[in-house]
């Protein structure tokens, strides 16, 4: 994904990082996330683990993907073997390709599913901001250079139309801006809100509510006065908008990387932070007292910084959150809202999970991945009763081993008592 702020560092350390980050891969444990570390309550799984990809989205039931190794593919899930190849701009790539190292000087911004289903929008930008282009794409494998919009960032359709975030100033000046694109080739983008700052993503809600968390820095690149913004839809039908026109939802403590409102309206954002405050958050206005949770943090030992992200389903009850950090770790990770019971975190809610709820039984200070379902800070009757109701039940991502037989609550109620007896018995 295109990280503006990052073009300035030497490419010699990066290279040194990314050596680091390599050779640090083979530590983590297979199954879990190399990508992130679930926050309370949420786990992850690391989808396509064996590609370092430039950028992402879900597209019909698979996922596309795009690295400038492999161009863009189509892949299916369930059969990551069987993927499609959809090619790459050829020309636009030759054009900008450094000829002494081959490098070719163009980033992958985003990518889009067209609302028919049957085509992507792909943007791409150069470190100088000079030829940006936005692609259309088809299952020909037809790439359609379609518009040009200097520091483009994210795409997302509502009502047909297609809106940019876009930091035209590039590096030396933060005027981000978002647009209603021009749909007939004469690059005259409508300004819907000049929101300032560097780069950041786009979402709307259901209802055609705009969603915005801005990426403010001070010269040293720190994260000030940071905010998720709404803009109502009928102020982005009106255009025009500054940001005294939205309104401010919630602070953000670093700089907005993107957002996505899922179907239950949760506002599902992530951002980005050089001194390591990256996060991937919810917010619901009427959950937690109005605060964002974490749903999770960078994983590895990197320099994290995470990608434009996805949702599907409602986060909240067995929805997925997709996001990549292709500096860190290959793939995309999914993280999901964890079934109550699953302590674990491996999508099963079964013995091992009541084998942890009896080994804290009675503790306080815990957290759900001791037994702590209930949120009340101990591990007690009404944690148990939650693990027996949820006995196997989901989430159980597409991904996920297959689920065990249910579990009656009378032989729950006998291994809880067999374990927790047999903690006690050895004091
Ligand atoms: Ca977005
Ligand atoms: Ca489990
Ligand atoms: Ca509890």
């Given amino acids: 994904m295109h990280r503006p702020l990052k073009q300035n560092i030497p490419s010699r350390f990066s290279i040194l990082a990314a ?3 390599f050779f640090a891969i083979p530590a983590f444990a297979s199954g879990a996330s190399a990508i992130v570390s679930p926050g309370n309550g949420f786990g992850a799984r690391d989808l396509l683990s064996d590609e370092w990809i430039d950028g992402f989205c879900l597209f019909g039931d698979g996922v596309a993907v795009f690295s400038m190794e492999n161009g863009l593919e189509i892949i299916d899930r369930a059969n990551p073997a069987s993927g499609q190849s959809w090619g790459r701009p050829q020309d636009y790539f030759a054009a900008h390709t450094d000829p002494s190292s081959g490098y070719v000087n163009v980033w992958n911004s985003f990518m889009t599913p067209d609302p028919s289903g049957d085509s992507l929008w792909i ?11 936005i692609y259309r794409v088809d299952a020909g494998g037809t790439w359609d250079a379609y518009t040009t919009l200097s520091g483009n960032f994210d795409l997302e359709f509502f009502g047909g139309e297609a809106y940019v975030s876009a930091n035209p100033g590039g590096l030396t000046q933060a005027q981000s801006t978002i647009y209603r694109l021009d749909t007939t080739w004469a690059d005259q983008h409508a300004v819907v809100a000049e929101v300032g700052g560097y780069s950041a993503g786009l979402g709307f809600d259901a209802a055609g509510n705009l ?33 005294d026109d939205a309104e401010i939802l919630f602070d953000l403590t670093s700089g907005g990387c993107d957002v996505d409102v899922d179907d239950a309206g949760n506002v599902v954002f992530n951002v980005n932070d050089f001194a390591g405050g990256n996060f991937v958050g919810v917010w619901n206005e009427a959950v937690n007292g109005g605060e964002p949770r974490q749903a999770a943090v960078p994983g ?18 067995g929805g997925s959150i997709y996001v ?13 809202k964890l079934a109550p019971g699953d302590a674990n975190g491996d999508f099963c809610v079964d013995e091992a999970d009541a084998a942890i709820l009896a080994g804290r039984w009675g503790n306080s200070d815990v957290l759900w991945a ?19 109701a949820n006995w196997s039940s989901g989430p159980q991502p597409a ?9 009656g609550v009378v032989l729950l109620a006998t291994l809880l008592f067999a374990l927790v007896g047999t903690r006690f018995g050895k004091k």
């Fill in 123 to 133: 943007g791409f930008t150069m470190w100088d901001n000079t030829d940006d282009r």
């Fill in 211 to 243: 969603y915005y968390g801005t990426c403010h820095l001070d010269e040293y690149y720190a994260p000030i006065d940071n905010k998720m913004i709404r803009y109502s839809a009928s102020d982005v039908a009106l255009g025009d908008l500054t940001i």
């Fill in 324 to 336: 990549a950090d292709s500096d860190n770790a290959p793939g995309i990770a999914q993280i999901v």
């Fill in 370 to 388: 001791d037994g702590d379902f209930d949120g009340d800070g101990k591990v007690g009757p009404t944690d148990a009763a939650i693990l027996a």
């Fill in 19 to 21: 050596m680091i980050v």
């Fill in 300 to 317: 590895g030992a990197g320099w994290p910084w995470f990608s434009l992200l996805e949702v599907s389903g409602n986060v909240a009850a």
């Fill in 399 to 407: 991904e996920a081993a297959s689920a065990p037989e249910p579990i």
